[in-house]
């Protein structure tokens, strides 16, 4: 096959799983409700934490409240419930199939969740709109050269979750039993990456472990560069972290990866 | 043509897995001990498979077939022995190796549950570079053949197990793939959806030319397409040839079925070359026999004693009211073989 086909394969698997991700109307409804809930609470919650108080650690209201809807928008994207294709098929003893296809099960797998992650782009414009309604969010900061720079980070950052998505995942070819090691997954994953609570605010301990793991690459880098709170050098830094995590990553997924079909085609799974 | 569609040598698949205990601090034994048990699956098979051919691979329960057209598709690697699928090793090509076949596991879907059959297709298509035109023809194609209409826009979990086996072929061979693997592609099947399935395979086989490897339980699928067939058990090649010898060769007789006037004739006398099987038999409907007829077999090797002289014999005997020859049924002689283990030279 050629590499244009491949990718033709590919897109026609990401359209496939935006199209599932969209088929059960009820589930579509249920997820944009829930996010712009979140969203709701969240600027309640906030607003009210500074209510009578100007400045957190150097962190004002506005840019406080503007930090946690995003922070719930990326989260709801980049963290979902834990539904992924390719868990759920090793489960179902459905690897073999998947194997037989004339493209390879990785780009199958990152196919379709980029597929999923398209797929929660409506739901989240809704969210932003409703932030922007009740006047919880503004613009990024730095005009279009920040807009440019935060849509580069924001793209590392969606890459990076994906890889973490996918190596836990892949945990799945050695134990049937991840469901709970996923939820704890999930709960670090939301917390280390500064979805809930920005790593402004934490204990300077705390802050430092947290920026040697990958999490902080894939939502607290791109809502800082948001806000400007990145500086020239330190904005290129940010990005060149987000995309040395991509490609360690990416290396460390191919050595599970070969790891995993080496257990299935050599010991049959 | 020259090289031929599928060969396989001393083919050889062995699981390992560790062993797993009972009894106390049986989890921390098996952690520290290790120890390992290793089943042979597949044990030295060797044949080849021309271009054309259908070939049946037949076998009882964990005989192996599963195992080795795993092997042929490159979803598992062989512990030894070598495999060429169309030229090509298939799991260190396996990717390029999958364009080329088509494979349906009966026992399990490759299409997407949540999708109508059609986007399932559609997505195949896709995967395979299938161009739209030569997607409309196919679809069309498969869609007259196997009768799709009905339920091409029904999602997959909503479908009979029969419908679902139909889309599942024609996801396998949408793309015209010149290889089709087929694991138990009737099972669980009515005779109608199984006579349609069969019909299908003969026609893909010989209208375009498509090598099948069929694996399968129900004799009957093997007797309507196989000409040839590969009987395997513990893993080894029992057999391997035409299906007609393999009855001649493994039950060489013949039953001369009667059923008498009276019905307590006492002892019967077995004509010189019989001998008098008694089973429990009925009457054949529409004869005038009553339901407590007696019927009775006379057995004898056709080779030996024509069949015409053992009719004359009996009828000179006897007095019958009906009569009927009949050979052994394949389901008699693959029992035979698997009870016995082996094939008589
Ligand atoms: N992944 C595996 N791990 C360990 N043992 C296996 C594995 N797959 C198959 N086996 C064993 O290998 C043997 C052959 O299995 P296989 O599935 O090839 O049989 P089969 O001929 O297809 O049987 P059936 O007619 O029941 O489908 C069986 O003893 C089975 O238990
Ligand atoms: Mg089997």
């Given at each position: 096959m050629t590499s244009a086909a491949q990718v033709v394969a590919l897109v026609a698997i990401g359209r496939q799983a935006v199209r599932s991700a969209l088929a059960v109307r009820s589930e579509v409804l249920v997820s944009a409700v829930a996010v712009l809930v979140r969203v709701v609470l969240v600027v309640l919650v906030w607003r009210a934490v500074y209510a009578g108080v100007d400045e957190v650690s150097g962190v004002d209201g506005p840019t406080a409240v503007a930090y946690a809807?995003?922070?719930?928008?990326?989260?709801?994207?980049?963290?979902?419930?834990?539904?992924?294709?390719?868990?759920?098929?090793?489960?179902?003893?459905?690897?073999?199939?998947?194997?037989?296809?004339?493209?390879?099960?990785?780009?199958?797998?990152?196919?379709?969740?980029v597929g999923t992650t398209a797929a929660a782009v409506p739901r989240c414009v809704l969210a932003v709109l409703l932030a922007l309604a009740i006047g919880a969010l503004r613009a990024p900061a730095g005009g279009a050269l920040g807009l440019l720079a935060f849509v580069v980070s924001t793209a590392l950052g969606i890459a990076v979750a994906l890889l973490c998505n996918l190596l836990v995942a892949m945990t799945a070819f050695w134990t049937l039993e991840v469901g709970g090691a996923l939820m704890v997954y999930r709960a670090v994953a939301q917390f280390a990456s500064g979805a809930l609570?920005?790593?402004?605010?934490?204990?300077?301990?705390l802050r430092g472990t947290l920026e040697h793991l990958p999490f902080q690459a894939q939502v607290f880098t791109p809502l800082s560069v948001y806000f400007g709170a990145l500086g020239g050098g330190d904005l290129a830094a940010a990005l060149a972290v987000q995309a040395l995590w991509v490609v360690?990553?990416?290396?460390?997924?191919?050595?599970?990866?070969?790891r995993a079909l080496h257990r299935v085609v050599v010991q049959g799974g | 043509m020259g090289q031929p569609m599928i060969r396989a040598e001393g083919l050889v698949k062995e699981f390992t897995r560790p062993v797993r205990r009972t009894g106390p601090l049986a989890g921390l034994r098996s952690l520290v001990t290790r120890e390992r048990v290793t089943t042979r699956a597949v044990d030295g098979v060797s044949f080849t498979v021309e271009r054309g051919e259908l070939v049946g691979y037949l076998g009882p329960n964990g005989a192996?077939?599963?195992?080795?057209?795993?092997?042929?598709?490159?979803?598992?690697?062989?512990?030894?022995?070598?495999?060429?699928?169309?030229?090509?090793?298939?799991?260190?090509?396996?990717?390029?190796?999958?364009?080329?076949?088509?494979?349906?596991?009966?026992?399990?879907?490759?299409?997407?549950?949540?999708?109508?059959?059609?986007?399932?297709?559609?997505?195949?298509?896709?995967?395979?570079?299938?161009?739209?035109?030569?997607?409309?023809?196919?679809?069309?194609?498969?869609?007259?053949?196997?009768?799709?209409?009905?339920?091409?826009d029904t999602p997959v979990r909503g479908l009979s197990l029969g419908q679902r086996m139909r889309g599942d072929l024609t996801a396998a061979m949408l793309?015209?793939?010149?290889?089709l693997y087929l694991d138990e592609p009737t099972v669980g099947l009515d005779v109608v959806a199984k006579a349609r399935i069969r019909e299908f395979v003969a026609?893909?086989?010989?209208?375009?030319?498509?090598?099948?490897?069929?694996?399968t339980h129900d004799l009957v699928d093997v007797e309507r397409l196989c000409r040839r067939v590969l009987l395997i058990d513990h893993g080894e090649v029992l057999y391997d040839g035409d299906l007609a010898a393999l009855r001649r060769r493994y039950v060489p007789y013949r039953d001369l079925v009667v059923t008498l006037a009276r019905e307590d004739d006492g002892p019967l006398v077995a004509p010189p070359g019989t001998t008098v099987v008694e089973e429990p038999r009925t009457a054949r409907a529409g004869t005038g026999a009553s339901d407590a007829a007696r019927v009775v077999a006379f057995r004898f090797d056709p080779a030996q004693t024509p069949t015409p002289a053992v009719v004359a014999a009996v009828t000179a005997e006897h007095e019958v009211v009906d009569l009927d020859v009949t050979d052994p049924d394949l389901e008699a002689v693959i029992a035979e073989i698997y009870s016995s283990g082996r094939v008589r030279a």
């Open positions: 809807v995003l922070g719930a928008v990326f989260t709801n994207v980049l963290n979902p419930f834990w539904r992924s294709s390719l868990e759920m098929r090793v489960r179902q003893g459905r690897i073999a199939v998947d194997l037989l296809r004339p493209v390879g099960l990785v780009p199958q797998t990152l196919a379709q969740q609570i920005p790593l402004w605010f934490m204990p300077g301990w360690l990553l990416a290396l460390l997924a191919q050595l599970v990866w070969s | 192996g077939k599963s195992t080795t057209i795993k092997m042929l598709t490159g979803v598992l690697v062989p512990t030894s022995g070598t495999v060429e699928v169309d030229g090509r090793v298939p799991w260190k090509d396996r990717t390029r190796n999958a364009r080329g076949i088509g494979v349906v596991f009966g026992q399990r879907t490759q299409l997407w549950h949540d999708l109508p059959l059609r986007d399932s297709f559609e997505l195949v298509a896709k995967l395979y570079g299938l161009d739209r035109p030569d997607y409309e023809r196919a679809l069309g194609r498969f869609t007259e053949l196997l009768d799709l209409g009905e339920f091409l793309y015209g793939p010149p290889l026609e893909t086989n010989a209208v375009d030319g498509t090598t099948v490897v069929l694996t």
